[in-house]
């Protein structure tokens, strides 16, 4: 019996605060894998500068086709 040791595609966590991100995450069009939560959106400015995020609204028990 296999093992699921990776996370689903619906989930994400921020690269700020290490939590997981429910609701709307703010996603770096630069980097591949660089998300933040909405409360870390706001220090996005001065931790993440020069980068632009672009918000994906995300709807619990709905997965993107
Ligand atoms: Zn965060
Ligand atoms: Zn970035």
């Known amino acids: ?3 699921k040791g990776v996370r689903g595609d619906d989930s994400f966590w921020c690269n700020c605060c290490f939590h997981d991100i429910y609701g709307p995450r703010f ?4 980097c591949n894998d660089f998300d933040l939560c909405l409360m870390c959106n706001v220090t996005a400015e001065d ?5 632009d995020l ?4 995300q709807k619990h ?3 993107p086709v």
């Open 1 to 3: 019996m296999a093992t």
């Open 61 to 63: 028990g709905e997965k």
């Open 47 to 51: 931790m993440h500068p020069c980068h």
């Open 27 to 30: 996603h770096c069009t630069v």
């Open 54 to 57: 672009q918000v994906v609204e």
